[in-house]
T-cell receptor
Framework: AQSVTQLGSHVSVSEGALVLLRCNYS??????LFWYVQYPNQGLQLLLK??????LVKGINGFEAEFKKSETSFHLTKPSAHMSDAAEYFC???????????FGSGTRLSIRP | GAGVSQSPSNKVTEKGKDVELRCDPI?????LYWYRQSLGQGLEFLIY????????KSGLPSDRFSAERTGGSVSTLTIQRTQQEDSAVYLC?????????????FGPGTRLTVL
């Protein structure tokens, strides 16, 4: 069975500050890991995905995530927050890139001017 | 190119009525998924179609829910005798299902409100 835990349902940072959204996973098989973003009143958009290649994954909009097997973590970071980054972020896991995705509960990111 | 489309975008129905939600996947995508997003349950997997294989129905919450995919393309999710707890945004996604390079692309969703 697979599961994902996102620590913090709401994170608030100042514009220009580091963004860190935490995600821990549980999987009995080598996982595929994803971060999706959902902007207000819009659909889900893939930010980045880990598929057992490089452990540091770079995504769109300056985001990146690092797969750490020893910590079962896949935290999402961005060096400098922008107002347009305000959205809901979902960490997710699957057994392959094409099987059902198990989503975390989501973290709402707010950006303070 | 065109993305995943879903219709209707909003649906309001009365408790006990049946509803049908439609998903048009990206052309050529062989895999199709249904999820729902609700306040209480977050994002949940419902059902997965892959080519001609039997669908993975492990996420369907009750036998009131069913889905079909005709001709390997368009899919319809049917909810019979709707209940208020069925109120949610129903999301459809599709992918090529060719292994490591595949990505699920999501549609805008159908917001279902059961009164």
């Amino acid at each position: 069975a697979q599961s994902v835990t996102q620590l913090g349902s709401h994170v608030s940072v100042s514009e220009g500050a580091l963004v860190l959204l935490r995600c821990n996973y549980s999987s009995s098989v080598p996982p595929y890991l994803f971060w999706y973003v959902q902007y207000p009143n819009q659909g889900l958009q893939l930010l980045l995905k880990y598929t057992s290649a490089a452990t540091l994954v770079k995504g769109i909009n300056g985001f990146e995530a690092e797969f750490k097997k020893s910590e079962t973590s896949f935290h999402l970071t961005k060096p400098s927050a922008h107002m347009s980054d305000a959205a809901e972020y979902f960490c997710a896991v699957s057994e392959s890139s094409a099987s059902k995705i198990i989503f975390g509960s989501g973290t709402r990111l707010s950006i303070r001017p | 190119g065109a993305g995943v489309s879903q219709s209707p975008s909003n649906k309001v129905t009365e408790k006990g009525k049946d509803v049908e939600l439609r998903c048009d996947p990206i052309s050529g995508h062989t895999a199709l998924y249904w999820y729902r997003q609700s306040l209480g349950q977050g994002l949940e997997f419902l059902i997965y179609f892959q080519g001609n294989s039997a669908p993975d129905k492990s996420g369907l919450p009750s036998d009131r829910f069913s889905a079909e995919r005709t001709g390997g393309s368009v899919s319809t999710l049917t909810i019979q005798r709707t209940q208020q707890e069925d109120s949610a945004v129903y999301l459809c996604a599709s992918s090529f299902d060719r292994g490591n390079t595949d990505t699920q692309y999501f549609g805008p969703g159908t917001r279902l409100t059961v009164l």
